[in-house]
């Protein structure tokens, strides 16, 4: 059974740095692609960043050259860090797990950690 526990979520001020972390279990993770999904008030959801198994990572325009998406394969762990964080980026965070190693389509998420940018 897949479970994804987010944590590191909180409150920051504008300009400010938070780091996410993402506990994975119940399949082989380093198999797997890996991505982080936030979803702000009235907005859908939407992907922020993913990483494939090779390493290879995507970002979100939004958040390119300010969030990085690094993995431990050793220790089943995502992490999202986060810079120079604004408003904008307010929102519930969700580590997922992709449909394959290069696929990074969202199959499995975890219950979320809430991150509160204040300007």
């Known amino acids: 059974q897949v479970q994804l526990q987010e944590s590191g979520g909180g409150s920051v001020q504008s300009g400010g740095s938070l780091s996410l972390s993402c506990a994975a279990s119940?399949?082989?993770?380093?198999?797997?692609?890996m991505g982080w999904l936030r979803q702000a008030p009235g907005k859908s959801r939407e992907r922020v960043a993913t990483?494939?198994?090779?390493?290879?990572?995507t970002y979100a325009d939004s958040v390119k050259g300010r969030f990085t998406i690094p993995r431990d394969n050793a220790k089943n762990t995502l992490d999202l860090q986060m810079n120079n964080l604004n408003a904008e980026d307010t929102a519930i965070y969700y580590c997922?797990?992709?449909?394959?190693?290069?696929?990074?389509?969202?199959?499995?998420w975890g219950q979320g950690t809430q991150v509160t940018v204040s300007s």
């Open positions: 997922a797990k992709g449909l394959g190693s290069i696929n990074c389509l969202a199959t499995d």
């Open positions: 119940g399949y082989t993770f380093s198999t797997y692609c």
């Open positions: 990483i494939n198994n090779a390493g290879i990572t």
